[in-house]
């Protein structure tokens, strides 16, 4: 191939090689292995705005709708999903399948997930969760306490959640509707600079992300929030609202 002809190619703007007649066959393989690639990253991704689309449209297997209906005991509400944790060696293999599925982590939650207190399960475990707001749990006023959420979910029969859980839900919940945030009822994990922090499961309309947020006791939580629980296997009794707000 002529010097000309090189000039030419590259004023036309391609951005494949100019290679001589030697070379040529070196190119094939190049384009074979970047399409191969580019296709694995579309296969694998789940988290992306478009994938999330495309999940909701073809999944058969959707989670039960939140309820909406005021609350006494936990026998009144349905399980929202089922869930398996314990399927990781450990949080960096979960890390990892988080970003093998395209699903974006916040800086605290990515921060919380490095820490040693966050645990994963030694074997795998089907979860069962519950979704409820804290206007369910019977508080009337605009915001309440991380902690009387907590209190109330708890003396309803509800439990907290394992902090697996909000990166396995993420992972398992890839037709999660826009606009939804889902706070996840379990112990803080301290940041290392020693901020107290939970984890949101999350779709922004960017694509599903997981984020931490404040998880101090007096944190204000809006009533309309929507909190993931585990569910009890032996539910507490039907009792009155205490403290409510």
């Not at 999940?55 to 005991?73: D, E, Y």
């Not at 006023?141 to 991380?146: A, F, M, N, Q």
């Not at 107290?196 to 779709?203: F, G």
Request: hydrophobic share 45%; proline share 5%; net charge positive.
């Amino acid at each position: 191939m002529s010097i000309q002809t090189n000039r030419a190619a590259r004023k036309a703007g391609s951005d494949l090689p100019i290679v001589g007649q030697a070379g040529r066959h070196l190119v094939t393989p190049v384009i074979c292995a970047a399409f191969v690639l580019q296709f694995a990253n579309v296969a694998w991704a789940q988290c992306t705005a478009r994938d999330v689309l495309q999940n909701q449209l073809k999944l058969k297997t959707r989670s039960a709708p939140a309820s909406q209906h005021p609350i006494r005991s936990a026998r009144d509400v349905a399980t929202w999903k089922t869930i398996t944790i314990g399927a990781f060696a450990d949080s960096l293999t979960l890390r990892n399948e988080l970003d093998s599925k395209g699903c974006n982590v916040g800086g605290q939650a990515a921060e919380i997930l490095a820490r040693p207190t966050f645990t994963v399960g030694s074997q795998k475990t089907n979860v069962e969760l519950a979704n409820v707001s804290p206007a369910q749990l019977g508080f009337t006023s605009d915001s309440v306490t991380l902690a009387d959420v907590y209190a109330r979910a708890q003396q309803l029969g509800l439990g907290l959640a394992a902090a697996e859980v909000g990166p396995q839900l993420r992972i398992q919940y890839f037709d999660q509707p826009i606009g939804e945030f889902l706070i996840i009822g379990m112990e803080p994990i301290k940041t290392w600079s020693g901020e107290p922090i939970i984890l949101n499961v999350a779709n922004g309309g960017a694509g599903l992300i997981l984020i931490g947020q404040d998880g101090r006791a007096e944190a204000e939580i809006p009533v309309t929030s929507r909190f993931v629980f585990a569910r009890s296997r032996q539910p507490a009794a039907s009792t009155e609202l205490v403290g409510s707000r």
